[in-house]
């Protein structure tokens, strides 16, 4: 017996598995577009820093003391090593750990202690490799070698949210989970409503899961769902191709990174904003955040046991619910269309 042909179907697992495959998408996905950091203010102190990692690449962004905000590879020009360790925080020096060779804050090299005589050897043809940086809406994003400018990739994201005060918004929070499946593994279960009822018993007690609606267009997913009272959600979900996501909910938003570490690891990089920093409104702020990161985290064991399926061999492709997955096959057709 042969299984009906659907008209929307997903991918083949050799997608979610295949480590080739996964090397193709770092060249041709997440090496040529933007990538969404978070708020721009953890960037506002003269030589405060932002290290990074994007799909294995190691980039860096720094505020110099002339106030200029720069990027590069965290990549040492001598052998290698990395300059700085991930995460923020103030760098007084470029220095690298390894050899010592010391950086300026434009990326010029400046001493090479102990190197010795080399005639041909001119530190001027060695600074650091540079990277790209834009802002949009106090959000800062990074890239490699993007082929579009920012507004291009964001698609319809401007318009989406015009009427929100995305500036007036302070991120308070940053969380990062580190997930065991391929980063598209979760990017379609992010994509698609239609596990609310299995998978998120609780969130589907406050919303109106009947009128739950998905629209994918023009580098985006939106989803929307009328609330019942007591919901402490904004209704309305946003993911942006290739990688990140932001909602909405009264009086701020989240935004989060899918950033694949591995062909069958992903980190998750939150970051909560509230327009309302006020101490009264601390206890409901906790609870925002802690109630998102819950669902969040009920998303994990599913993604991971659906990998495990993926790498077994088991599955061959599967019918997608025109109903609540044309989004799914959206995000999957960006994918192929970018391997092609
Ligand atoms: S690798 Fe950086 S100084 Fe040697
Ligand atoms: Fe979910």
């Given at each position: 017996?042969?299984?009906?042909?659907?008209s929307?179907?997903?991918?083949?697992?050799?997608y979610?598995?295949?480590?080739?495959?996964?090397?193709?998408?770092?060249?041709?996905?997440?090496?040529?577009?933007?990538?969404?950091?978070?708020?721009?203010?953890?960037?506002?102190?003269?030589?405060?820093?932002?290290?990074?990692?994007?799909?294995g690449?190691?980039?860096?962004?720094?505020?110099?003391?002339?106030?200029?905000?720069?990027?590069?590879?965290?990549?040492?020009?001598?052998?290698?090593?990395?300059?700085l360790?991930?995460?923020?925080?103030?760098?007084?020096?470029l220095?690298?750990?390894?050899?010592?060779?010391?950086?300026?804050?434009?990326?010029?090299?400046?001493?090479?202690?102990?190197?010795?005589?080399?005639?041909?050897?001119?530190?001027?043809?060695?600074?650091?490799?540079?990277?790209?940086?834009?802002?949009?809406?106090?959000?800062?994003?990074?890239?490699?070698?993007?082929?579009?400018?920012?507004?291009?990739?964001?698609?319809?994201?401007?318009?989406?949210?015009?009427?929100?005060p995305?500036?007036?918004?302070?991120?308070?929070?940053?969380?990062?989970?580190?997930?065991?499946?391929?980063?598209?593994?979760?990017?379609?279960?992010?994509?698609?409503?239609?596990?609310?009822?299995?998978?998120?018993?609780?969130?589907?007690?406050?919303?109106?899961?009947?009128?739950?609606?998905?629209?994918?267009?023009?580098?985006?997913?939106?989803?929307?769902?009328?609330?019942?009272?007591?919901?402490?959600?904004g209704?309305?979900?946003l993911?942006?191709?290739?990688?990140?996501?932001?909602?909405?909910?009264?009086?701020?938003?989240?935004?989060?990174?899918?950033?694949?570490?591995?062909?069958?690891?992903?980190?998750?990089?939150?970051?909560?904003?509230?327009?309302?920093?006020?101490?009264?409104?601390?206890?409901?702020?906790?609870?925002?955040?802690?109630?998102?990161?819950?669902?969040?985290?009920?998303?994990?064991?599913?993604?991971?046991?659906?990998?495990?399926?993926?790498?077994?061999?088991?599955y061959?492709?599967?019918?997608?619910?025109?109903?609540?997955?044309?989004?799914?096959?959206?995000?999957?057709?960006?994918?192929?269309?970018?391997?092609?």
């Amino acid at each position: 017996m042969f299984a009906s042909k659907p008209s929307l179907s997903n991918l083949d697992a050799r997608y979610y598995v295949d480590p080739a495959l996964f090397g193709r998408e770092r060249q041709a996905i997440f090496r040529t577009h933007w990538h969404m950091l978070g708020p721009i203010l953890q960037l506002k102190e003269p030589r405060a820093y932002l290290a990074v990692d994007v799909a294995g690449w190691k980039l860096f962004a720094l505020r110099g003391r002339d106030g200029l905000l720069r990027r590069f590879h965290n990549v040492c020009r001598h052998r290698g090593a990395r300059l700085l360790g991930e995460g923020a925080g103030k760098c007084q020096t470029l220095r690298c750990p390894y050899h010592h060779w010391v950086y300026a804050e434009d990326g010029a090299l400046q001493q090479v202690p102990f190197f010795g005589e080399d005639d041909s050897f001119d530190q001027r043809d060695w600074p650091l490799q540079a990277a790209q940086l834009a802002e949009w809406r106090g959000l800062l994003f990074i890239a490699i070698d993007a082929q579009i400018s920012l507004l291009e990739q964001l698609g319809d994201l401007p318009e989406e949210v015009e009427p929100y005060p995305l500036e007036s918004y302070v991120a308070v929070e940053a969380k990062s989970f580190l997930m065991r499946s391929n980063w598209k593994t979760y990017t379609d279960n992010f994509v698609e409503g239609y596990h609310i009822p299995g998978i998120h018993p609780g969130f589907m007690k406050v919303i109106d899961f009947k009128n739950f609606e998905t629209v994918a267009r023009n580098g985006l997913v939106r989803m929307t769902s009328p609330q019942k009272s007591g919901s402490i959600y904004g209704g309305k979900w946003l993911w942006m191709w290739p990688n990140w996501t932001l909602s909405v909910f009264p009086g701020g938003m989240n935004t989060s990174r899918i950033n694949p570490i591995g062909v069958d690891s992903t980190h998750l990089h939150y970051h909560f904003y509230f327009a309302d920093l006020s101490a009264e409104m601390e206890t409901s702020r906790l609870e925002t955040i802690e109630v998102n990161c819950g669902i969040v985290r009920e998303d994990f064991g599913i993604c991971e046991s659906t990998q495990l399926n993926y790498a077994s061999g088991a599955y061959s492709p599967g019918p997608l619910s025109p109903r609540h997955e044309q989004s799914v096959a959206y995000f999957q057709g960006k994918v192929k269309a970018a391997l092609m």
